[in-house]
């Protein structure tokens, strides 16, 4: 299957920095990405949708100024998270569906830690 | 909007079935999915199954779909210590920009030896 690499895995910031996520899509060109958030023993959260070279859909109630998207070509989309708080630590991961737009497939998952 | 429900936890011995149920709202999805996540990692997709089949067959795995009572399940045989792991069923809609994916809740299957 196709693969879709997330970077870093992990990351530990301080409270008020700001984190960028990477989200490659190996062999395969992406035309829309997800970003979803996963709290411990609980389901994926989608948070935002990008399609390349256009503005991110966010689910209601996801801060879009606080996550930022940019999905500036078809095998790159980025998440900022902004002035990130302990709260918004969390498990990130991305997914990215090419043309035929069956299939899904998903980074690794990146652990924000802020402290 | 869709809501996709699973039980929390499932145990089995190695070496038996396991079978893994789902149940979702909106039946207007195309395609129903089946992800395995291991600890700290992100989704492997298992399988998927076409809204218009009743059933599909991958080697181990078994998904049975009954849309009148809008049922998944994912039948894993002969389980394996390595199958242990958190599975999510996902539903699919057609069409519209996002076709995005709705989670079920997770089950975690625990393998014992």
């Known amino acids: 299957g196709a693969v879709v690499s997330q970077h870093p895995s992990r990351v530990i910031c301080k409270s008020g920095t700001s984190v960028k996520i990477e989200c490659r899509s190996l062999?395969?060109?992406?035309?829309?990405m997800f970003w979803y958030r996963q709290f411990p023993k609980q389901s994926l959260m989608l948070m935002a949708t990008s399609n390349e070279g256009s503005k991110a859909t966010y689910e209601q109630g996801v801060e879009k100024d606080k996550f930022l998207i940019n999905h500036a070509s078809l095998t790159l989309s980025t998440l900022t998270v902004t002035s990130a708080h302990p709260e918004d630590s969390s498990f990130y991961i991305c997914?990215?569906?090419?043309?035929?737009?069956?299939?899904?497939?998903f980074g690794q998952g990146t652990r924000l830690t802020v402290v | 909007g869709e809501d996709v429900e699973q039980s929390l936890f499932l145990s089995v011995r190695e070496g038996d079935s396991s079978v893994i149920n789902c149940t979702y709202t909106d039946s207007s999805s195309t395609y129903l999915y089946w992800y395995k996540q291991e600890p700290g990692a992100g989704l492997q997709l298992l399988t998927y199954?076409?809204?218009?089949?009743d059933m599909k067959q991958d080697q181990r795995l078994t998904v049975l779909l009954n849309k009148k009572d809008k049922h998944l399940s994912l039948r894993i045989a002969d389980t394996q210590t390595g199958d242990s792991a958190i599975y999510f069923c996902?539903?699919?809609?057609?069409?519209?920009?996002?076709?995005?994916?709705?989670f079920g809740t997770g089950t975690l299957l625990a393998v014992q030896p």
């Open positions: 062999d395969f060109q992406a035309t829309t």
């Open positions: 996902a539903g699919k809609g057609y069409g519209g920009a996002t076709n995005k994916l709705i």
């Open positions: 199954i076409f809204s218009n089949m």
């Open positions: 997914s990215a569906r090419d043309k035929s737009n069956t299939e899904a497939f």
